[in-house]
T-cell receptor, first 113, second 111 residues
Framework: AQSVTQPDIHITVSEGASLELRCNYS??????LFWYVQSPGQGLQLLLK??????LVQGIKGFEAEFKRSQSSFNLRKPSVHWSDAAEYFC???????????FGAGTTVTVRA | DGGITQSPKYLFRKEGQNVTLSCEQN?????MYWYRQDPGQGLRLIYY???????QKGDIAEGYSVSREKKESFPLTVTSAQKNPTAFYLC??????????FGDGTRLSIL
């Protein structure tokens, strides 16, 4: 069974600074990988996904993520954060044949002025 | 607009009651999912359905039941057997070779 670890529970970053959220996964084959964002009391919005091909994936809202098979990682980055990026971020992995998602525990991002 | 509608947004349950959470989608997606979200634990899969009239248990199915009589609808019943039902419940659907899309959730609380 697949699993996901997000080592950072909470990150605080200054507006305009760069952001990197870590994600490590465990899965025996090539995984499908996702990053979702959640605002308080809302559902999840897909930021980006990796199925195959180029290991650097571009998403919405200026986010990107890089798949590194050797490190079993799929870290999310943004060069310059905006106050509206304050939210909770979830990394998820799915098996290629059933698309059931396993989620990490999430990382809460706080943006200070 | 196409999307996933969960209702109600807030729901209260008395001890010993069953309650049903609604999830409707007009995206023509075959697969639908129910997740439970608790603080600090991410999302955990309760049930999922890949086609009408068929569904499978997820990781935490005890105390829950579902039905999938129509492609558009996947209601979740939280039974009295679920001893700790207070949580945020999220429904999702997925088209072929696509990621899951989520509704806005239902927050269930015990009176």
């Amino acid at each position: 069974a697949q699993s996901v670890t997000q080592p950072d529970i909470h990150i605080t970053v200054s507006e305009g600074a760069s952001l990197e959220l870590r994600c490590n996964y465990s899965y025996g084959a090539t995984p499908y990988l996702f990053w979702y964002v959640q605002s308080p009391g809302q559902g999840l919005q897909l930021l980006l996904k990796y199925f195959s091909g180029d290991t650097l994936v571009q998403g919405i809202k200026g986010f990107e993520a890089e798949f590194k098979r050797s490190q079993s990682s799929f870290n999310l980055r943004k060069p310059s954060v905006h106050w509206s990026d304050a939210a909770e971020y979830f990394c998820a992995v799915a098996a290629f044949n059933d698309y059931k998602l396993s989620f990490g525990a999430g990382t809460t991002v706080t943006v200070r002025a | 607009d196409g999307g996933i509608t969960q209702s109600p947004k807030y729901l209260f349950r008395k001890e010993g009651q069953n309650v049903t959470l609604s999830c409707e989608q007009n995206l023509n997606h075959d697969a639908m999912y129910w997740y439970r979200q608790d603080p600090g634990q991410g999302l955990r899969l309760i049930y999922y359905s890949q086609i009408v009239n068929d569904f499978q248990k997820g990781d935490i199915a005890e105390g829950y039941s579902v039905s999938r009589e129509k492609k558009e609808s996947f209601p979740l019943t939280v039974t009295s057997a679920q001893k700790n039902p207070t949580a945020f419940y999220l429904c999702a659907s997925r088209g072929s070779n696509q990621p899951q899309h989520f509704g806005d959730g239902t927050r269930l609380s015990i009176l």
